[in-house]
């Protein structure tokens, strides 16, 4: 256990152990009951429930993305990379909505507008794949560029990450259907690509 | 397949929206939760023990409690609760979990095994 987070009667807790998601019933913490699995996720840090939404916010050692978002069918509905936070382990969210994390490489804590607003710290970088959707393999190009690209699928599971210098291909046994692939520049530029693999 | 479709377009337009609208410097080292409450943002370190209430337009320290528990069980995660007027710290410890209550002020009141959970 790992995370919490309170909202009204219940306390929101994240089990490490477990990849899941449960609340309680306060003061006395009783009554447990499922949230959401965290499908894709590991080594999770504390969390962040938005009672709106009904939805959660964690964090993760996670060397790529640091940060997802859970709907309460196991699905991630967002993110965040680490392009943006570096290390992130807190996590709260204030009644505006915005999303405070802290990163404890930088020793910050950082007020995130989850809604709005232009990039501070990312910027898109030019990835041209070779087909979309493509058969059995495709190839991604970042001309000029070292970068590191990481394909989840629809469910939000990491399929894998590696580098590559201007040319990427995936030749992969995985199933046919949508992927996501998220790719960053040496220099901290992503840009993110939705893939069809038929 | 419209749906799914939909769904990822939403997910990649949403991740490239975000923006760091503000930053602050942290109070320790080692912050491993966070919570909002009474208007203020809380932090808990993983090393020093530490929650502090913080002013979340400056990141200057209100007031701050030790958060105690066993040596072998490490803080992270932080909870505030308006409606019972609690700050819960998460304690860790290899396959166990565990919830310690604390007042606003300090004081503690008293912690739940998770078994896990």
Not at chain 1, 109 to 120: A, R
Not at chain 1, 175 to 197: E, M, N
């Amino acid at each position: 256990m790992t995370g919490l987070s309170a909202s009204g009667n219940y306390v929101f807790l994240g089990s490490r152990n477990q990849n899941r998601i449960y609340y309680y019933t306060l003061p006395n913490i009783t009554t447990r009951k499922d949230f959401t699995y965290m499908m894709g996720f590991s080594t999770t840090c504390d969390i962040a429930f938005n009672a709106t939404d009904s939805l959660v916010w964690v964090a993760s050692e996670n060397t790529s993305i640091c940060i997802k978002c859970y709907d309460t069918n196991n699905t991630m509905v967002d993110y965040i990379p680490n392009t943006m936070i570096a290390n992130a382990r807190g996590m709260a969210l204030d009644p505006g909505g915005y999303l405070w994390v802290s990163d404890i490489d930088a020793d910050k804590i950082y007020k995130i507008d989850l809604t709005e607003g232009i990039e501070e710290q990312t910027q898109d970088i030019t990835v041209t794949p070779s087909s979309n959707p493509f058969c059995g393999a495709v190839t991604i190009q970042t001309p000029g560029l070292n970068a590191s690209v990481v394909v989840f699928d629809m469910h939000g599971r990491q399929i894998v990450s590696d580098s590559f210098q201007e040319s990427w291909t995936w030749n992969s046994s995985s199933p046919a259907g949508h992927y996501v692939f998220v790719i960053t520049d040496d220099q901290g530029a992503s840009t993110t690509l939705d893939l069809v693999k038929i | 397949m419209r749906k799914i479709l939909f769904l990822l377009f939403v997910i990649a337009a949403a991740a490239s929206a975000k923006a760091i609208v503000a930053t602050l410097d942290a109070p320790d080292t080692n912050i491993s939760g966070l919570a909002w409450g009474d208007g203020s943002l809380w932090a808990m370190d993983a090393v020093t023990d530490s929650v502090y209430k913080l002013n979340p337009e400056t990141g200057a320290v209100i007031s701050s409690f030790y958060f105690t528990h066993p040596v072998t069980t490490v803080p992270t995660g932080l909870a505030y609760s308006e409606t019972h007027n609690m700050v819960l710290c998460g304690g860790w410890y290899n396959t166990n979990g565990y919830v310690y209550k604390y007042t606003p002020e300090g004081s503690y009141i008293g912690f739940v095994d998770m078994c896990g959970g």
